[in-house]
């Protein structure tokens, strides 16, 4: 059994040392981001022209770009000095860009935005109870804070994986940890070529109830919830429909939409 280390004390981490690697990554026609989350996001957003929008945790801005090109006010704030830089080098002028850690956006005065978002970055927060809590603070009464995170049931970091039924002919999904909070130290690259350095990071895994008791603690109404499903096929191999059908049946990604009371 693997060893959980506890969630118990704040540390802040960078994102500085993957820059660049992370904005590789994101630069493809078939990431996740683009063929799953975006479209999805700005489905449930609804962006209306003159919104004000805060992408936190933003990184490199692909998110707060896409918000801009939809008309709204976006403004992208991140603790990575590297990945601000690339933000702005990347975007139009427009968007401004701050360096900021999402545990005091105190950049912001009270009430400032209509709507802010946190795409694939809480589970690399700790002190995540803090950030919410400023979330609600530069929301207006009845803005909406949108969090999407990797499925904390099915991706479970070091602890869920793939598996395969032969009696039953079925892909499913096994799952070793749920309820206990923890973190782990998670290879990026794990397929790097020989010579590249290793990219890592912490995550954070925390069980569903977690984030309804913060964001409700923070003063938010939880007001919807969905789970995203990949958009990849297998292919041609024998476990071919096992392994699509296992795609739309567990979902890799889940948002949650809270509204400030």
Not at 89 to 104: C, D, Q, T, V
Not at 212 to 220: D, I, P, Y
Not at 223 to 249: F, T, Y
Request: proline share 4%; glycine share 6%.
């Amino acid at each position: 059994m693997k060893k959980i280390i506890p969630i118990h004390k704040s540390e802040k981490k960078s994102w500085d040392h993957v820059s660049h690697w992370y904005d590789a990554l994101l630069s493809g026609d078939d990431t996740y981001q683009l063929r799953v989350i975006l479209p999805n996001i700005l489905r449930v957003m609804n962006i209306k022209k003159g919104e004000r929008i805060l992408d936190c945790a933003c990184g490199q801005g692909f998110f707060t770009r896409a918000f801009f090109k939809e008309g709204a006010i976006a403004i992208g704030v991140d603790s990575g000095q590297e990945l601000i830089a690339i933000a702005k080098k990347e975007s139009p002028k427009e968007i401004k860009f701050l360096i900021s850690n999402a545990e005091k956006l105190s950049c912001f005065v009270n009430t400032t935005f209509d709507k802010v978002v946190i795409i694939l970055a809480a589970q690399n927060i700790q002190n995540l109870r803090s950030v919410f809590m400023e979330c609600a603070r530069v929301l207006v009464p009845g803005g909406k804070l949108y969090v999407v995170i990797n499925h904390p049931a099915f991706r479970v970091p070091q602890s869920s994986d793939w598996g395969y039924d032969e009696k039953k002919k079925v892909q499913y999904r096994r799952t070793e940890h749920y309820l206990t909070e923890f973190k782990v130290s998670i290879e990026m690259n794990p397929g790097r070529k020989i010579g590249v350095s290793s990219v890592v990071t912490s995550s954070f895994h925390r069980p569903l109830q977690y984030f309804f008791k913060a964001l409700t603690n923070s003063g938010f109404l939880i007001s919807n919830l969905e789970e995203w499903v990949s958009h990849k096929e297998s292919q041609h191999g024998p476990h071919k429909i096992a392994e699509d059908c296992a795609r739309k049946e567990i979902p890799l990604f889940m948002m949650m939409e809270g509204v400030k009371m």
